[in-house]
Nanobody, 120 residues
């Protein structure tokens, strides 16, 4: 069973940056590189929102939700079984718990999440 663990969340002022990391483990028969991956988020009192997805393998042609396009960058390091989300020019509306997930659309396994708070 794939296990995911997010890190890198915290509090930041508007306009600031954070880099989230997700480490994956528990691969019995296939490797991390065979999974498309994604980031999703959930703000208090709101539903889950897909943020970004990256293809399996080298991860070409990543995709982003409209509100984060141009500010967030998803990437992966298959040698480290790691997924990243570089978040720049953060806005208060980006405040949420962020989860990494298997699958491009965030419908797979998730980690426990990491909290991001953007406020002045």
């Amino acid at each position: 069973e794939v296990q995911l663990k997010e890190s890198g969340g915290g509090s930041v002022q508007p306009g600031g940056s954070l880099r989230l990391s997700c480490t994956a483990s528990g691969f019995a028969y296939v490797g991390f590189d065979t999974y498309a991956m994604s980031w999703i988020r959930q703000a208090p009192g709101k539903g889950v929102e897909w943020v970004a997805g990256i293809a399996k393998g080298a991860g070409g042609n990543p995709a982003y939700a409209g509100p984060v396009k141009g500010r967030f960058v998803i990437s992966r390091d298959n040698a480290k079984n790691a997924l990243y989300l570089q978040m720049n020019n953060l806005k208060p509306e980006d405040s949420a718990t962020y989860y990494c997930s298997t699958g491009f659309t965030g419908a797979g396994s998730r980690g426990p999440g990491t909290r991001v708070t953007v406020s002045s």
